[in-house]
């Protein structure tokens, strides 16, 4: 019975790491609905080449810094003993948590598209992946350097995110704000008084809508499948992932007057903002926080650059950043018995552990970004973002024209 009770858990986190893989076609497919014609390939290949990239980072030093077994480097026979015991068990779940370690260079990508060198960006990836996203993945999922402990003899209870609104999202989207500042703004964008001088328009609203929906439907591996076990899945996880993803939904589209890049995003804000306390808050709580998700995100994506000057092509700080500091501090509020929710959960460590996250993701993003921009280049030239990604970087077009002869 124990046999079977541990394959059935490898094939749930297995099940759940799929899932997310997925999602990755839907960041592509996203960036790609988004972006100009002439970057459509180059979205395509950053978002495969960083999966890559993530792979290896995290296998050989990001999941060591953060549960302290390092597989790669088979450290005390660690990769050994995973290949031996438990049905694989160890290898499957290395296999979903770099999946949500990848998200964060997929994250970055929408944010600095459309002028971002190709392997100056992939070095940063490694460094993320590698180094600032497992520092804090450890802290707040591993009890890494006694803060989760701190906080529950101080406040009651530690710092609670279940699939990752700060863990991932959170610090994904300031990573992505830190490179994006760093990289400056598309050339022409902005004209000198600070106008938006070219809108940019997406190049293929279908293929917007078709990464948000494969984004949407790995979520529920995302989130249901973080309880790791079989033992773990709740239900009420799924209830309230969907709750979350439709509170998004409507305020996107009422807040967003029908326009589809929003309708589109507003399910993904929701579902950002719900991933910290999906465990815990009732599913009318997660429709509030699914609502308010999506409406701040209309109202800070506008606002970011129309006012802040802040050219990110996707608005994954405003999705990601924003949103995912909603999503853990909401547990904080929603999650409690007198709103329904389970308990269990402070507001105080929601908000010390959100900061946290903040922190860890700037300061991380700010070195690797800048060393970068300081010893190789952060942007291309002038001619090559005119010219586009696609033709410059790869040389091809998204649909080379037909050779009929």
């Given at each position: 019975m124990?046999?079977?009770?541990?394959?059935?858990?490898?094939?749930?986190?297995?099940?759940g790491a799929i899932l997310v893989l997925f999602m990755h076609a839907g960041f592509a497919f996203l960036e790609v609905g988004t972006v100009q014609h002439k970057n459509q390939v180059n979205a395509l290949?950053?978002?495969?080449?960083?999966?890559?990239?993530?792979?290896?980072?995290?296998?050989?030093?990001g999941y060591g810094m953060a549960y302290g077994v390092f597989l790669g480097l088979n450290l005390d026979g660690a990769l050994t003993q995973a290949m031996t015991e438990r049905s694989g068990y160890d290898l499957v779940k290395f296999f979903f948590l770099m999946t949500f370690a990848a998200a964060i260079p997929a994250i970055v990508s929408g944010g600095i598209a459309e002028r971002a060198k190709f392997y100056p960006q992939l070095a940063a990836t490694f460094?993320?992946?590698?180094?600032?996203?497992?520092?804090?993945?450890?802290?707040?999922?591993?009890?890494?350097?006694?803060?989760?402990?701190?906080?529950?003899?101080?406040?009651g209870a530690g710092f609670h995110d279940f699939a990752g609104s700060v863990v991932v999202h959170g610090v994904g989207g300031w990573i992505a704000l830190i490179a994006i500042l760093?990289?400056?703004?598309?050339?022409?964008?902005?004209?000198?008084?600070?106008?938006?001088?070219?809108?940019?328009?997406?190049?293929?609203?279908?293929?917007?809508a078709l990464g948000a929906w494969i984004l949407t439907v790995g979520w529920f591996g995302f989130?249901?499948?973080?309880?790791?076990?079989?033992?773990?899945?709740?239900?009420?996880?799924?209830?309230?992932?969907?709750m979350a993803m439709v509170g998004g939904i409507l305020a996107a589209t009422f807040l967003g007057n029908k326009d589809p890049g929003f309708v589109h995003n507003g399910p993904l804000a929701?579902?950002?903002?719900?991933?910290?306390?999906?465990?815990?808050?009732?599913?009318?709580?997660?429709?509030?926080?699914?609502?308010?998700?999506?409406?701040?995100?209309?109202?800070?994506?506008?606002?970011?650059?129309?006012?802040?000057?802040?050219?990110?092509?996707l608005g994954v700080w405003a999705l990601h950043g924003l949103c995912g500091v909603w999503g853990?501090?909401?547990?904080?509020?929603?999650?409690?018995?007198?709103?329904?929710?389970?308990?269990?959960?402070?507001?105080?460590?929601?908000?010390?552990?959100?900061?946290?996250?903040v922190s860890v993701a700037v300061?991380?993003?700010?070195?690797?970004?800048?060393?970068?921009?300081?010893?190789?280049?952060?942007?291309?030239?002038?001619e090559e973002e005119y010219n586009g990604a696609d033709l410059s970087l790869h040389r091809i077009h998204a649909n080379p024209p037909r050779d009929d002869f």
């Amino acid at each position: 019975m124990e046999q079977l009770t541990t394959s059935i858990d490898v094939l749930f986190i297995l099940l759940g790491a799929i899932l997310v893989l997925f999602m990755h076609a839907g960041f592509a497919f996203l960036e790609v609905g988004t972006v100009q014609h002439k970057n459509q390939v180059n979205a395509l290949v950053k978002i495969m080449s960083d999966l890559g990239v993530s792979t290896v980072a995290y296998f050989f030093i990001g999941y060591g810094m953060a549960y302290g077994v390092f597989l790669g480097l088979n450290l005390d026979g660690a990769l050994t003993q995973a290949m031996t015991e438990r049905s694989g068990y160890d290898l499957v779940k290395f296999f979903f948590l770099m999946t949500f370690a990848a998200a964060i260079p997929a994250i970055v990508s929408g944010g600095i598209a459309e002028r971002a060198k190709f392997y100056p960006q992939l070095a940063a990836t490694f460094f993320i992946v590698a180094f600032i996203y497992p520092f804090f993945e450890g802290i707040a999922w591993n009890g890494n350097l006694g803060v989760q402990a701190y906080l529950e003899a101080t406040y009651g209870a530690g710092f609670h995110d279940f699939a990752g609104s700060v863990v991932v999202h959170g610090v994904g989207g300031w990573i992505a704000l830190i490179a994006i500042l760093l990289l400056g703004a598309r050339h022409g964008r902005y004209d000198k008084e600070g106008r938006i001088k070219q809108a940019h328009p997406p190049s293929s609203i279908p293929f917007l809508a078709l990464g948000a929906w494969i984004l949407t439907v790995g979520w529920f591996g995302f989130n249901v499948m973080s309880a790791q076990k079989i033992e773990g899945i709740q239900g009420l996880v799924a209830m309230n992932s969907l709750m979350a993803m439709v509170g998004g939904i409507l305020a996107a589209t009422f807040l967003g007057n029908k326009d589809p890049g929003f309708v589109h995003n507003g399910p993904l804000a929701g579902l950002v903002a719900i991933c910290a306390g999906s465990d815990v808050v009732s599913p009318l709580g997660a429709l509030a926080i699914g609502a308010i998700a999506g409406a701040l995100f209309v109202k800070a994506f506008v606002w970011t650059q129309q006012k802040l000057k802040v050219d990110d092509v996707l608005g994954v700080w405003a999705l990601h950043g924003l949103c995912g500091v909603w999503g853990a501090i909401a547990v904080g509020i929603f999650g409690t018995e007198a709103l329904g929710g389970l308990g269990g959960v402070a507001i105080e460590s929601q908000i010390v552990g959100t900061l946290m996250g903040v922190s860890v993701a700037v300061v991380g993003s700010v070195i690797v970004y800048g060393l970068i921009k300081k010893f190789v280049g952060l942007r291309l030239t002038q001619e090559e973002e005119y010219n586009g990604a696609d033709l410059s970087l790869h040389r091809i077009h998204a649909n080379p024209p037909r050779d009929d002869f």
